[in-house]
C-alpha cells in the first residue's frame, strides 16, 4: 500500500497499537510456565573473598597445575554456581581456581574436574574466538576495585588466548558507550592440556598488563566463569541473576592481599613493511617498503601513554562487504588496534546510530579509502579514585581528491559515582589545512558533549547526552541528545529512550547513520524458564517499536517488532515474528542502479521467521528469512549460513543475503546478493591462516583477503597478507593485487 503524507501523522500514533500488543504480551507471558522460582535460594547470601597466594616461584606455565610445585600452599575458590540449564543450582563438576603472584606478575590455576574427560568440547584454536560454544574457564579481573570496569581473560582446552575491556559493566548504552571491546589485546601467556581429571590451564598475565592502583597491598574485584558445553551450562563463582554476564563488575567477589610491586613498563613496537602491487590503473608492478613504531609507558599502573609513528595496519582484516538498500549511512566497525584500547572511554552517543566521536573518520575516508596516518598520542587511565580520562590527537597526510590534511585532538574527563553512575564531557576537534574542498579558514569541525548515567537499585539505569558541533556555514539547529531508561532483572527487561539529532548537528570526528530526526524506541521481553516443556531452555516473547520522525512530523521510519524465541537446552534456536514497516521516503532515490523510488508512504507487514543448530557441533547452520513487503512491493530476504569445522583446527563458514525485490517502478525486479566465504586453520593458537572470500552481485565483484600470521605476544609477529580485487563488468580495470609482508616484535625495556 502508497499512501502519501498526511499532516496529522503525529509522534503519539505508534503508541495506540503498540500499547495493545505489550498488553497481549505480558498477559500470554504470565500464563505460560513460570519456571523453578526456588532454585536461586541457594546461592550464598553475599559475593564470596579469596586471597591471593604470594607465590616462591613462578609456576611453569605449561597447563599442568597439580603437577606444580608453584600452587603448594595455595588455597583454591570453588564452589560453583549455575545460571543455566537449572539457575541456582551447584555446577554439575568441580572447579578449583588458585591465584597467586610474584614480583611481576599474577598467575591464575584452574582445575576443571571432569567425570567424563572424552566429552569435552573444544570447537576453536584461534587467539579470541568465541567461547560461547565450548569448554572454556573465564575470569574477570577489577584490579582498580571501582566495580565498574575490568578487563576479562579466558581460555578453552586447547589454550588460546581471549581477552577483552569491559568499560561501564559491558554496558551498550549512553554513557560512555562502553560495552565489551574483545578486539582489545594485551601481552599475557596461558597454557591448557587436559588429563585424566578432566582439564585445567595455568595463567601468567604481567602487571604491566592490568590497571590497578597505587597501594603497596591492594584488593581487587574477581570472578570466574566456567562453561560445560555438553550440558549448555553456564557457572560462576560470584552467583549472578541469569540476565547478567561476567561483565557485571559490581556483582564480583574480592580477591584480597595482592601486593604488585612498582611496575617500570616501557614497551616499544617497530614494525617493518614491503608490498608489492599490480593491477588496477597501475602499469606493471609496484614495490614499495615502510616502517613505524608504538610506544606503551606506563606513566602510573593506572595511566598509559601511547605513541605512534608511522600508523600502518595492513595485518587488519577487511570489512565485510554490505549492501545499501536503503537511504542511511552504514555502520563499519572499527578494527584497528591502535585506536581499540580504552576505546569505550572516548565513546558518547548511541550505539551506530549517532556517535559523537567515531575513531574510523581517521585515516580512513568515507568511501574506504585508506588515509595515511603521519602518527599520535594517547593519555588513558585513571588519576585519583574515581575519575578517568582520556587524550589522544592524531595527525593524517593530505589525500589528493580524498580528503585535506587533519589534525585530530580528543579529551574526554569521565567521573563513576556509586552503584554504576557516572558523569563526564568529551570534546573532539579537527583541523584541516584546507586542501580539499573547502579553504584553510573553513576547514574544521568541532563538538562537544556531556553525558551522564544513574543507577537505580540492581535493576533500573537512567541515561542521558548532550551534544553541540560547531562547523563554518552550518547556521541551523546544530545540537542532539537523547534520554532512555532500562529495567533489567532476571525475567523482565524493558526499555524506552528517545535521541533528537537537529538538522545541522555535525560531528565530522563522529557517526550519524541519518539527519535530522526524532527517534523514539521501546522494547519489552519476558524471560520463561520452563520447568520441563519439549526440551526448553527458555521462552522469550518480546515486542519493540522504533520510530524516526522529521521535526514537521513526516514519518520516515517505523519499525514494530513482535517475536518468540525459543531457545532449547540443546542449543538450538527458533526465533518466530513479524514486523510491521513504515517508510516514509522525501526525495526520490535509486535503491540500484536504475531502480528509483518515488517520494510517499509505505506500509507494509513482513514475517520473520530464524532458526540455528547447536554451533558447538562439527556441522552447524543458520538461517534467517524475512518474506514481506518493501517499497510498495514485495521483498525477500534469506540468510543462510553453513558452518563446518574439524576439531579446534580447521573451520569454514558459507554465507549469503539473498535479496529479492519485486517492486511496482521501471526495473523494479531485481536481486541484490552477497555471499562469503571464510577459511581458517590453526596451526598452534598462535600460527593461523585465515581466507575472507567476498562476491557482491551489484557491483560484481570479487574480494579476497589471505592473511598467514604467526604472533608472539598480543598482536606483535610476522604478517603475510594477500588483496585481491577483482571487477568483473564490463571496462573494469584489471584485477588488483597486492602481496604484504609485515613483521613487529614488542621491545620491554625494563623487563
Request: charged letters at 25%; proline letters at 4%.
Amino acid at each position: 500500500m502508497v499512501e502519501r503524507y498526511d499532516s496529522e501523522n503525529t509522534l503519539l500514533k505508534p503508541y495506540r497499537p503498540l500499547r495493545r500488543i505489550a498488553c497481549v504480551l505480558c498477559c500470554a507471558a504470565a500464563l505460560l510456565p513460570s519456571g523453578v522460582t526456588g532454585q536461586a535460594l541457594q546461592r550464598p547470601a553475599s559475593p564470596p573473598e579469596m586471597g591471593a597466594h604470594e607465590l616462591a616461584t613462578a609456576p611453569s606455565i605449561d597447563g599442568d597445575v597439580l603437577g606444580d610445585a608453584a600452587w603448594k600452599g595455595a588455597n583454591p575458590a570453588s564452589d560453583f554456581w549455575q545460571i543455566q540449564p537449572n539457575d541456582g543450582q551447584p555446577s554439575t563438576q568441580k572447579t578449583e581456581v588458585f591465584v597467586g603472584f610474584t614480583a611481576r606478575a599474577l598467575y591464575i590455576g584452574v582445575v576443571a574436574y571432569d567425570d567424563n574427560p572424552d566429552l569435552i568440547i573444544v570447537t576453536d584454536s584461534r587467539r579470541d574466538s568465541d567461547l560461547d560454544d565450548t569448554d572454556a574457564f573465564l575470569v574477570l579481573i577489577d584490579g582498580l576495585l571501582d566495580r565498574q570496569n575490568g578487563f576479562i581473560f579466558g581460555t578453552n582446552a586447547a589454550g588460546i588466548e581471549y581477552d577483552g575491556q569491559v568499560a561501564n559493566e559491558g554496558s551498550g548504552g549512553s554513557f560512555g558507550g562502553g560495552g565489551f571491546n574483545r578486539n582489545w589485546d594485551g601481552s599475557w601467556a596461558v597454557q591448557a592440556k587436559i588429563a585424566a581429571h578432566g582439564w585445567s590451564a595455568e595463567f601468567e598475565i604481567p602487571f604491566r598488563t592490568l590497571r590497578f592502583g597505587p597501594e603497596e597491598i591492594q584488593d581487587w574485584g574477581i570472578n570466574f566463569q566456567r562453561n560445560i558445553r555438553r550440558n549448555n551450562e553456564v557457572a560462576f563463582w560470584v552467583p549472578l541473576e541469569r540476565n547478567h554476564d561476567l561483565t557485571r563488575v559490581s556483582d564480583a567477589g574480592t580477591l584480597r592481599g595482592v601486593a604488585p610491586s612498582t611496575q617500570r613498563n616501557l614497551q616499544i613496537t617497530p614494525y617493518v613493511l614491503g608490498n608489492a602491487r599490480r593491477g588496477n590503473e597501475l602499469d606493471g608492478t609496484e614495490t614499495d617498503g615502510d616502517f613505524g613504531f608504538d610506544v606503551k609507558y606506563s606513566v602510573t599502573p593506572s595511566l598509559t601513554l601511547d605513541l605512534t609513528y608511522n600508523t600502518d595496519f595492513a595485518q587488519v582484516e577487511v570489512d565485510e562487504q554490505q549492501v545499501n538498500l536503503d537511504r542511511f549511512n552504514l555502520f563499519f566497525p572499527e578494527k584497528r588496534p591502535f585506536f581499540l584500547e580504552n576505546s569505550g572511554l572516548f565513546s558518547v552517543g548511541t550505539s551506530e546510530q549517532v556517535e559523537v566521536f567515531f575513531s574510523r573518520k581517521i585515516g580512513i575516508s568515507d568511501d574506504g579509502d585508506v588515509i595515511p596516518v603521519d602518527g599520535g598520542a594517547r593519555l588513558s587511565g585513571r588519576i585519583g579514585e574515581r575519575t578517568n580520562i582520556g587524550l589522544l590527537h592524531m595527525v593524517t597526510d593530505a589525500e589528493q581528491g580524498v580528503a585535506s590534511g587533519n589534525e585530530f585532538t580528543v579529551a574526554r574527563v569521565s567521573q563513576e559515582l556509586r552503584n554504576r553512575s557516572g558523569i563526564g564531557v568529551l570534546f573532539t576537534n579537527r583541523d584541516g589545512d584546507g586542501s580539499h574542498l573547502v579553504a584553510a579558514a573553513d576547514d574544521y569541525n568541532r563538538a562537544l558533549a556531556v553525558d551522564g548515567r544513574w543507577g537505580i537499585g540492581d535493576k533500573i539505569t537512567l541515561e542521558a547526552w548532550f551534544a553541540k558541533t560547531d562547523t563554518p556555514g552550518y547556521t541551523g539547529k546544530d545540537d542532539a541528545f537523547n534520554i532512555e531508561g532500562n529495567y533489567s532483572s532476571a525475567e523482565w527487561e524493558a526499555d524506552l529512550r528517545y535521541t533528537q539529532v537537529g538538522e545541522d548537528f555535525n560531528p565530522e570526528v563522529g557517526f550519524l547513520s541519518r539527519t535530522e530526526y526524532r527517534n523514539v524506541r521501546t522494547f519489552l521481553l519476558r524471560t520463561i524458564r520452563p520447568d520441563d516443556l519439549w526440551g526448553l531452555l527458555e521462552i522469550r516473547p518480546h515486542v519493540s517499536y522504533t520510530g524516526f520522525w522529521k521535526f514537521d512530523d513526516f514519518q520516515e521510519t517505523g519499525f514494530l517488532h513482535i517475536d518468540n524465541h525459543w531457545v532449547y537446552r540443546s542449543g538450538t534456536e527458533f526465533h518466530t515474528g513479524v514486523n510491521f514497516t513504515k517508510s516514509g521516503v522525501i526525495e526520490a532515490f535509486d535503491i540500484v542502479a536504475g531502480v528509483t523510488i518515488q517520494p510517499g508512504t509505505y506500509d507494509h507487514t513482513e514475517v520473520q521467521l530464524v532458526y540455528f543448530t547447536d554451533e558447538s557441533k562439527p556441522f552447524s547452520f543458520h538461517v534467517r528469512t524475512n518474506v514481506g513487503g518493501r517499497f510498495g512491493g514485495d521483498r525477500v530476504l534469506i540468510q543462510p549460513s553453513i558452518n563446518y569445522r574439524i576439531g579446534e583446527t580447521f573451520r569454514s563458514e558459507f554465507s549469503i543475503t539473498y535479496n529479492d525485490f519485486d517492486l511496482p517502478v521501471p526495473n523494479g525486479e531485481f536481486t541484490a546478493n552477497l555471499a562469503r566465504l571464510r577459511l581458517s586453520y590453526s596451526f598452534t593458537p598462535k600460527i593461523q591462516l585465515q581466507a575472507l572470500i567476498q562476491y557482491n552481485e551489484l557491483d560484481d565483484t570479487i574480494g579476497t583477503n589471505i592473511r598467514f600470521s604467526w604472533l608472539r605476544s598480543a598482536n606483535s609477529g610476522l604478517y603475510l597478507v594477500y588483496n585481491e580485487l577483482d571487477e568483473r563488468s564490463p571496462g573494469a580495470p584489471p584485477t588488483e593485487r597486492e602481496f604484504i609482508l609485515k613483521y613487529s616484535h614488542i621491545f620491554d625495556v625494563f623487563d
